[in-house]
């Protein structure tokens, strides 16, 4: 069973990077055909696929978000990463990390962990 545990500040000023990790257990990050994804909720609104990082090391972005973001990973820690460069209070959501293999690549999710982004 994969388990998944978002770590990473609460509070983040404007103009910030926020820097979010996603621990992996139960599986490695190197397994073969899975991806493992960031997802975030704003209040008030549905979920939004921020990106993801695949089991080769190969990053993926929505577009909208693209040119603020970067996942990497950590394979000796079996971690990934997500970083979201100048924030505004609009980037304020529970932030998801989610893996799974290429049929089903939301099937384990963590907790969640609320980010707010404000001065």
């Known amino acids: 069973q994969v388990q998944l545990q978002e770590s990473g500040p609460g509070l983040v000023k404007p103009s910030q990077t926020l820097s979010l990790t996603c621990t992996i257990s139960g599986a490695s990050i190197t397994t073969n055909y899975y991806y493992w994804t960031w997802i975030r909720q704003p209040p008030g609104k549905g979920l939004e696929w921020m990106g993801a990082?695949?089991?080769?090391?190969?990053?993926y972005y929505t577009p909208s978000l693209k040119s603020r973001s970067s996942i990497s990973r950590d394979t000796s820690k079996n971690q990934f990463t997500l970083q979201l460069s100048y924030v505004t209070p609009e980037d304020t959501a529970v932030y998801y990390c989610?893996?799974?293999?290429?049929?089903?690549?939301?099937?384990?999710w963590g907790q969640g962990t609320q980010v707010t982004v404000s001065s």
């Open positions: 989610a893996s799974g293999n290429t049929m089903r690549p939301f099937d384990y």
């Open positions: 990082i695949n089991y080769s090391g190969e990053t």
